[in-house]
T-cell receptor
Framework: SQKIEQNSEALNIQEGKTATLTCNYT??????LQWYRQDPGRGPVFLLL?????KEKRKERLKVTFDTTLKQSLFHITASQPADSATYLC????????????FGTGTRLKVLA | NAGVTQTPKFQVLKTGQSMTLQCAQD?????MSWYRQDPGMGLRLIHY???????DQGEVPNGYNVSRSTTEDFPLRLLSAAPSQTSVYFC???????????????FGAGTRLSVL
């Protein structure tokens, strides 16, 4: 069955450093991969989308890579700030013939001042 | 625009009770979905709709009903609540073609449901 894995352990990094989060998937060939941010008590908020034929996408301090051979996406936050502390979810989709997306469990990031 | 609005924000039910979680969006999005989020499980799709009058099942549809009579509203009904349905429920909407076909989803703030 299709599976997405994100590091369930929290990631603590020092302010100013680059945070790197990983999303691995199996038994799947998604057309799109998305990253969302979720703050406690709130719904996820879309950050970036990358297509299967794209290797890298950037937006301000954010960078996403997509390696369809390794079946892996990396999400980078450069010059991290305490305000970047949140849970980050990856989502893959749509599944063939549908509009369904599969979400990972998310990785909690804490940026220490 | 309010975006995606969910009501209520919190709800406590007794086993066997029924209720409806409301979801409304004002962005004229064709697609709407319901997810539940549980610790360690991530977001799991319950039901979704690609337009008024069209619904389909997601990954965990048992115990839930949906209907889509208008573009704006997509209520989720719990027929006979069970403790296993204790969760946080999120409604999301999206419009095909946004971001070149990637269907960016816009989420509501969630409904926190406890079934005793």
């Amino acid at each position: 069955s299709q599976k997405i894995e994100q590091n369930s352990e929290a990631l603590n990094i020092q302010e100013g450093k680059t945070a790197t989060l990983t999303c691995n998937y199996t038994n799947y060939s998604p057309a799109y991969l998305q990253w969302y941010r979720q703050d406690p008590g709130r719904g996820p908020v879309f950050l970036l989308l990358i297509r299967e034929n794209e290797k890298e996408k950037r937006k301000e301090r954010l960078k996403v890579t997509f390696d369809t051979t390794l079946k892996q996406s990396l999400f980078h936050i450069t010059a991290s700030q305490p305000a970047d502390s949140a849970t980050y979810l990856c989502a893959l989709g749509p599944t063939s013939g549908t509009y369904k997306y599969i979400f990972g469990t998310g990785t909690r990031l804490k940026v220490l001042a | 625009n309010a975006g995606v609005t969910q009501t209520p924000k919190f709800q406590v039910l007794k086993t066997g009770q029924s209720m409806t979680l409301q979801c409304a969006q004002d962005m004229n999005h064709e697609y709407m979905s319901w997810y539940r989020q549980d610790p360690g499980m991530g977001l799991r799709l319950i039901h979704y709709s690609v337009g008024a009058g069209i619904t389909d099942q997601g990954e965990v549809p048992n115990g839930y009903n949906v209907s889509r009579s208008t573009t704006e509203d997509f209520p989720l009904r719990l027929l006979s609540a069970a403790p296993s349905q204790t969760s946080v429920y999120f409604c999301a909407s999206s419009k095909p073609g946004l971001a070149g076909g990637g269907n960016i989803q816009y989420f509501g703030a969630g409904t926190r449901l406890s079934v005793l």
